[in-house]
């Protein structure tokens, strides 16, 4: 079992930054794939980023690549988003996910452990 919680939305300017967190605890978050989602009101999940259990892979989704950098801590049991040029379309609740499982290009399915989510509000 591996509980998650994210942290570090909130409201920035379009072109602003953000890093979100995602803490991890319980057995075995160092051995699994790490992965985060977002979802928009009135829109379905949507996949963001993923990253192996050793840092050594990563994936990102064609809305968000070059602008946002997946990477994780194991030793503090921690995977980080850092989102750069921030637009108006990024704003969504943003979650972060883990599975014992590396897939590249999931769906939200397809994940076993889920985060509550933490809202990020870009304006324009």
């Known amino acids: 079992q591996v509980q998650l919680v994210e942290s570090g939305g909130g409201l920035v300017q379009a072109g602003g930054s953000l890093r979100l967190s995602c803490a991890a605890s319980?057995?075995?978050?160092?051995?699994?794939?790490a992965y985060w989602f977002r979802q928009a009101p009135g829109k379905e999940r949507e996949f963001v980023a993923d990253?192996?259990?050793?840092?050594?892979?990563?994936f990102y989704g064609d809305s968000v690549k070059g602008r946002f950098t997946i990477s994780r801590d194991n030793a503090k049991n921690t995977v980080y988003l850092q989102m750069n040029s921030l637009k108006p379309e990024d704003t969504a609740v943003y979650y972060c996910?883990?599975?014992?499982?590396?897939?590249?290009?999931?769906?939200?399915?397809?994940?076993?452990?889920w985060g509550q989510g933490t809202q990020v509000t870009v304006s324009s």
């Open positions: 996910a883990a599975d014992r499982y590396y897939i590249p290009v999931p769906m939200a399915t397809m994940i076993d452990y």
């Open positions: 319980g057995r075995s978050f160092s051995g699994s794939a």
């Open positions: 990253i192996n259990w050793n840092g050594m892979n990563t």
